[in-house]
């Protein structure tokens, strides 16, 4: 039996998910915004909560931990980066280790750039990436802690994942991440195609998440920053892939 995912909102425009393994009952947390709307979930479907996977230290990602732990006494997954403060963690994952749910299996990438411990966790035979906030739909996390090549880095690791992939990000940040996109690489058909299925999506109050790798690759000016057209509409002709990038990110955190 295929394993379950499900998406909801916590907090503002944080993105809340379960991942479940039929054959186990074993259920997996992303991050654990708040306790609240994960419960919720969990009590719709039936299911026990056994693990949170954690991907980085920021509040919005970790601020449900300790109630779910007391509730549900989970086990709680963190990057192995300790020098950043993350309560009641039982194991630290790092870049290559494979984290059990049930059956399921979730290989750690290590995607740092937004802060200097996030990881990324990859179910591979799901074909689902859940990339917090690495990389975005249409978009990708601001470098709080990092530097750019260390981000370019971090968005070269997730692009090289299969095309059939799914990407679960953190946050719905989609359609002002299109609104900003439009003005860099507003004649890229992909990304018109994105904005239009975005549009429709918030206007009948659906999440824009999950998008398929492959679709983000064509249509994500972020992950392009590597191709002569997308240097050449920002005029910076020859320039190196990181230098686009943090370009484009500057010119984001100013939109």
Known sequence: MAA???????????FGYLIHDPATKATASIDAPEAAPIIKALER???????ILV???HHDHVGGIAELKQK????????????????????????GDVIKVGSLLAR???????TLDHISYVFDTEKAVFAA??????????????NYPMMWDSLLKLRALPDDFKLYCGHEYTASNVKFALTVDGDNPALKARAEEVTRLRAENK??????????KKANVFLRADEPSVAAKLHMKGASAVEVFGELRERKNKS
Do not use: M, Q
Request: glycine share 8%; aromatic share 6%.
């Open 55 to 57: 991907t980085h230290h």
């Open 108 to 114: 750690v990438l290590e995607t740092p750039g937004h």
């Open 45 to 51: 479907e039936g299911w026990t909560l056994t693990d």
């Open 4 to 14: 379950e995912i499900r998406t909801f909102t916590c907090l503002n425009d944080n």
């Open 72 to 95: 549900y006494h989970c086990r709680v997954v963190a990057p192995h980066d300790k020098s950043t403060k993350i309560a009641n963690v039982d194991l630290r994952a790092a870049h």
């Open 207 to 216: 999440p824009t998440i999950p998008v398929l790798l492959g679709e983000e």
């Open 133 to 146: 906030d690495t990389l975005f739909s249409i978009g990708c996390g601001r470098v709080f802690e990092g």
